[in-house]
C-alpha cells in the first residue's frame, strides 16, 4: 500500500504487476497465490485511480 501510495504522491504512472515465482515452479497453487496478491495490488491502484492493465508473470514456458 504504501508503494501505491508513493507513487500517486510523486504522480508517478503504475500500469501493472510483475513477478516471478521461481524458474521451475511446477505448483499451479503458487501461481494462483502470486496472482491473487497481485489482484491485491490492482485494487489498491484502482482505490488511488491508476489504470492499471498488465500482470507479467514473469520466467517462460515449461517444457
Known amino acids: 500500500t504504501l508503494l501505491v501510495e508513493r507513487a500517486k504522491e510523486l504522480d508517478l504512472a503504475i500500469v501493472g504487476v510483475s513477478f516471478h515465482v521461481g524458474s521451475g515452479c511446477t ?3 503458487t501461481f ?3 496472482i491473487s496478491d497481485a489482484r491485491c495490488v490492482f485494487d489498491m491502484g ?7 492493465y498488465l500482470l ?6 515449461v517444457c
Do not use: K, S, T, Y
Open 56 to 61: 507479467d508473470i514473469g520466467g517462460g514456458p
Open 27 to 29: 505448483d499451479p497453487e
Open 46 to 52: 484502482a482505490e488511488l485511480g491508476f489504470d492499471m
Open 32 to 34: 494462483v497465490q502470486a
